[in-house]
């Protein structure tokens, strides 16, 4: 149980463009869930909480305008990447709470902005 | 000072023995803690949870908590290659539904 997918696991794309990436839980409802980005070699950043529903609560230094989350339903929260630039790439993962607290994260998708 | 602090390592043992990883909290309040397991180039797997002061046993891990001394540890028996990775700790802190991660522990197990 507590299965988490992302799509696309790996995308490439050109500067300038928006890339969307989706996030399910497949076996369980999410009223929450989060996205973190991690550059390499750092620990992941928790860049915004998603709530079903709702607006998203982003992190301080995290632009909204950029960064587009949606919530719609208890099993999808997406994150669209707007005007990607080269310092957007990085590796891009969710997470969904289930449990007392407890989150399980996707597989991840690497962004790479050419 | 940092929510959750956690030596980088890396940390090195040999197969077969004691891996010991610690990760400190500076929230008092804080009621739920975490180890995660991340390889390489992977997403962070949940791999213990613990909520209550005392020891917590799962097969060959065992997470340990301590909430007077805002600590919590993770123990893995009889080290395996594949045990290595980075551990990340996490704590969910009072008043917030998001969860705190340390900048993790990077264990080799030496075989």
């Known amino acids: 149980g507590a299965v988490v997918s992302q799509h696309p696991s790996r995308v490439i794309c050109k500067s300038g463009t928006s890339v969307k990436i989706e996030c399910r839980s497949l076996d369980f409802q999410a009223t929450t869930m989060f996205w973190y980005r991690q550059f390499p070699k750092q620990s992941l950043m928790l860049m915004a909480t998603s709530n079903e529903g709702s607006k998203a609560t982003y992190e301080q230094g995290v632009e909204k305008d950029k960064f587009l989350i949606n919530h719609a339903s208890l099993t999808l929260s997406t994150l669209t990447v707007t005007s990607a630039h080269p310092e957007d790439s990085s590796f891009y993962i969710c997470s969904a709470e289930g449990g007392i607290d407890e989150q399980y994260f996707g597989p991840g998708t690497r962004l790479t902005v050419t | 000072q940092k929510e959750v602090e956690q030596n980088s390592g890396p940390l090195s043992v040999p197969e077969g023995a004691i891996a010991s990883l610690n990760c400190t909290y500076s929230?008092?309040?804080?009621?739920?803690f975490f180890w995660y397991r991340q390889y390489s180039g992977k997403s962070p797997e949940l791999i213990m949870s613990?909520?209550?002061?005392g020891d917590k046993e799962d097969g060959r891990f065992t997470a340990q908590l301590n909430k007077a001394s805002q600590y919590v540890s993770l123990l893995i028996r009889d080290s395996q290659p594949s045990d290595s990775a980075t551990y990340l700790c996490a704590v969910s802190r009072t008043g917030a539904n998001n969860l705190f991660f340390g900048t993790g522990t990077r264990l080799t197990v030496i075989p």
């Open positions: 613990i909520y209550s002061n």
């Open positions: 929230d008092r309040g804080s009621q739920s």
